[in-house]
């Protein structure tokens, strides 16, 4: 069975590769403002002091308008650094222009600028996902970082950004898979409890 699940992972992350591809630049940066604009809209968004999201790559939604909204309403934003093999760290990132090329091709924060972030004082994390569903679950992009970190920040609010076509009816499942609290799309807000 475990097998069955692991190849229907497979077999969707192609799938949402595939159209992430052949969406284009207008497109992604159209919707990717829908989105951002229903995240600062959000009062779990709005009530955080501390958020820890992600640098995008290309074909990913575009989080530059959330970095610069952050940034001017005085709250800390976070990146992932990637410490190890299946591991990563929450830093603070002061500006975009500390940013640099890191492990895998990932934006972080430069070397003298890198200060780790507390997990405890997390309030909510932009979680990137192949695809979602509407249960809460996510597909992960395959390195098992986020289920990992995850466990290790229990009470931050997970909060998903997808384009329209990465929710889903059903996303094939395991126990160490992590649920989101809130997905957020270009038309829609879906809100969890994930203790359920």
């Known amino acids: 069975m475990e097998n069955t699940i692991s190849e229907q992972?497979?077999?969707?992350?192609?799938?949402m590769r595939s159209k992430r591809a052949s969406t284009s630049k207008e497109e992604r940066d159209t919707s990717s403002h829908k989105i951002i604009a229903n995240l600062i809209d959000n009062?779990?968004?709005k009530a955080a002091n501390t958020i820890m999201a992600y640098a995008?790559?290309?074909e990913e939604i575009q989080l530059n308008e959330l970095f610069d909204h952050a940034f001017a309403n005085d709250k800390t934003l976070a990146i992932p650094l990637?410490?190890?093999k299946g591991s990563m760290r929450p830093v603070f990132l002061p500006t975009v222009e500390d940013l640099e090329v890191g492990d895998f091709g990932i934006?972080?924060?430069?070397?003298?600028k890198r200060q780790f972030v507390e997990f405890e004082d997390i309030d909510c994390i932009i979680v990137p996902g192949a695809a979602f569903d509407r249960q809460g679950n996510r597909l992960g992009?395959?390195?098992g970082y986020y289920d990992r970190f995850l466990k290790r920040a229990p009470n931050p609010t997970r909060i998903a950004l997808a384009f329209?076509?990465?929710?889903i009816e059903s996303v094939p499942n395991e126990e160490h898979d992590s649920k989101?609290?809130?997905i957020i799309t270009e038309t829609e807000t879906l809100n969890f409890d994930r203790n359920v």
Do not use: A, E, N
């Open 9 to 15: 992972k497979k077999t969707l992350r192609k799938i």
């Open 43 to 45: 009062p779990v968004y």
């Open 56 to 58: 995008s790559m290309p």
């Open 82 to 84: 990637i410490v190890g």
């Open 107 to 112: 934006m972080t924060v430069r070397q003298d």
């Open 141 to 143: 992009l395959g390195g």
């Open 164 to 167: 329209d076509y990465q929710l």
């Open 180 to 182: 989101m609290d809130i």
